[in-house]
């Protein structure tokens, strides 16, 4: 049995679902800065910081209303180790957080703020968060 998303996150993603074909552009030529869109009508925006691969990222509607902005990296007092992740709505209320760690291999452990609902995964072959990442965008333009 997969372990799934809490419902927090299951709620704040059908928001604005990445789903469909997608297009990703390389707007900094680096890497640095991606442009998603997807034929739901989302649009993802991430942007890769030089310190222990922070990423923040935006997802928007075809209209440009932000639906969630999410912010991830590792902690640079722990060597980068013990990745940490928050997801907040278009209002700016946090929603969740995730912590990433090590029991006896990567291991993932997502919290609800509002409720404490707890998702963990120890095994990341038997999650269903595919919701975490999105489908695999082919390069191509994204306005």
Known sequence: MSVQL?????RLFASCPLQGACTVADVSGDGAL?????????????VKGPECDTIEGWVSTSDGALCYARSSG???E???????TTWADGNGTLIATE????????????????DGEQAVCADPANCDWDALTGPQCSAGTCQ
Do not use: E, H, M, Y
Not at 6 to 10: A, D, R, S
Not at 79 to 84: D, K, L, Q, W, Y
């Open 6 to 10: 809490p419902g927090c996150l299951q």
């Open 34 to 46: 991606l442009a998603s869109c997807f034929a739901s009508g989302a649009k993802a925006i991430s």
């Open 74 to 76: 590792g902690d640079p």
């Open 78 to 84: 722990q060597a980068c180790r013990g990745r940490t």
């Open 99 to 114: 912590a990433t760690g090590s029991v006896g291999g990567r291991s993932l452990q997502i919290t609800c703020v509002a």
